[in-house]
């Protein structure tokens, strides 16, 4: 069973609706959908909820205003600056350490479980899918990601999947690491411009960090043909393939606003430039 | 005045429209906060003039002191750290993994025989310097950090209240989303007009809305896609304060690193007519 992860450092560039394509034409398949920030591979796949489970993560601190003798020890300890002069913790900057906790003289502050998220399994059109959403400004969307993908591999396994397909998260930070660990080929994919170029260099180099090996894919390719070039060259010479070119193509978002793969869309040649990097993924 | 310009998904134009607003301005500072992948500087091409490497307090243990108690591991949340008791007359080991540990002090405060102290460990480097008129400062998060709060906090302390401060948010939804915006006395949100700009709009919408903090949007390509998005903003009476139409000219010169308002200087009274708006706190 081989885990595919598709990862991009520059938002926008087309991971979602690459992973969709992959979707339509992988047989015996997981998808996962890593992106617990922000996940959008749902609008293309329409998963129907089977198993909905609450996301527990991580500790706030809470003040009994009762027992609080309003010392300020707590304020002063605190690195977050997460308790006001009132007394009143701010649970958006509450990283839930626990500092205050164990030095009130009084005892008045205790930690509580946090309820960060929820995650999914679910059923597509082309087979299971696990899904999170991770609460708003909420923390730890690395561990609401390793348990999306620790759940993703359990069902592959159980049900003799070839492939677990990931959307990553753009950037290069906690939930793209998480990522990351055991995966068989990231696919980066990029854009030609100085941004997509910058960015894929970046998230190559987290790659290669964490010893995992990374193909190129260059989307909508033909918006600036020689940036895209200069961005084959500079990624074969860190020993980065490119596998595939996707050029431009506005039926790609006519699909998205219908709510498909572009695989189930109009003939587009954009199908087959998808095609062709599909057949150059391991399997 | 501090707006910020952050989005749910990426690839909306958070990027292109901090840096066309800066450049409209007269007294700009600019920061960019998306310190993962910082872009802000392709465009406005800054000298840099001063490097500052930013790091986080990680616990280091005093061997000669350390009992093997096991005090520091207990109040350890993120558990970085890990102690081995000493058994049948050998020494025991503390183990600190660096990499785990938010920097919040629990464990130095906490130990009964005063045998860690904190070290910096680096995690990034803040950038500062000057473009044009516009004072820049950028935070470049280290490969292979898990964190970046804490080096976008440290971009902040730059914050120059005497000038209008542009924030160049990441993008997502949680903590660095947060930590970049917070404070912030507007957020223009921006978008683009297929569902997944709206999908990740209304998330975007909901972090400003905890923050409290005023926000309007702009729809970027805003005839690629369907006119959900903005039937959704005006359900929800958020304005919606500019529209960039997708040009293929607009696209090319992005690719190029070249700032819209330098190929299409007329999209600079656009820029001005947008800060002025929010300046005069017609939609807050």
Known sequence: MKQIVVISGKGGTGKTVITGAFAALARNTVMADCDVDAADLHLLLQPTIKERHEFRSGLNASIDGKVCQKCGRCIAACRFNAISDGFIIDRVSCEGCGLCSHICPAGAITMEENFAGEWFISETRFGSMVHAKLGIAEENSGKLVSLVRKQAKELAEKNNCDRVIIDGAPGIGCPVIASLSGIDCAVVVTEPTLSGLHDALRVIEVTKHFNVSSRLVINKYDLNPDMSETIEEQCAKIGVALIGRIRFDKTVVEAVVEGKTIMEYNDTAVKDDIRRIWEKLPS | ?284
């Open chain 2, 1 to 284: 005045m501090i707006i910020s310009v952050a989005s749910g998904k990426g690839g909306t134009g958070k990027t292109t429209v901090a840096v066309n607003l800066a450049l409209s301005l007269d007294n700009a500072q600019f920061l960019d906060c998306d310190v993962e992948e910082p872009n802000a500087h392709i465009f406005l091409k800054p000298t840099i003039k001063k490097q500052a490497q930013a790091y986080i307090p990680v616990p280091e243990i005093d061997e000669s002191k350390c009992v093997y108690c096991g005090k520091c591991a207990e109040v350890c949340v993120y558990h970085a750290i890990a102690v081995l008791p000493g058994q049948d007359g050998k020494k025991g080991n503390t183990l600190i993994f660096a990499h785990l540990c938010h920097g919040c002090g629990a464990c130095s405060l906490l130990c009964p025989q005063g045998a860690i102290k904190e070290v910096p460990r680096e995690i990034g480097v803040v950038e500062s310097g000057i473009c044009e008129r516009i004072a820049f400062v950028h935070g470049k998060l280290n490969i292979g950090e898990a964190m970046s709060p804490p080096l976008i906090r440290q971009v902040k302390e730059h914050i120059n209240p005497q000038k209008t401060v542009i924030i160049d948010a990441p993008p997502g939804t949680s903590c660095p989303v947060v930590a970049s915006i917070r404070g912030s006395d507007y957020a223009l949100l921006a978008t683009e007009p297929t569902p997944f700009g709206l999908n990740d709009l209304i998330l975007a919408v909901e972090v400003a809305r905890k923050l409290t903090i005023p926000f309007g949007v702009v729809i970027n390509r805003s005839d690629l896609g369907n006119n959900k998005t903005e039937e959704y903003c005006s359900r929800e009476n958020i304005p919606v304060l500019m529209k960039i139409p997708f040009r293929k000219e607009i696209a090319m010169a992005y690719s190029k690193g070249e700032p819209m308002v330098k190929v299409f200087p007329e999209y600079k009274k656009d820029f001005q007519g947008l800060f002025n708006t929010i300046q005069n706190g017609k939609f807050s």
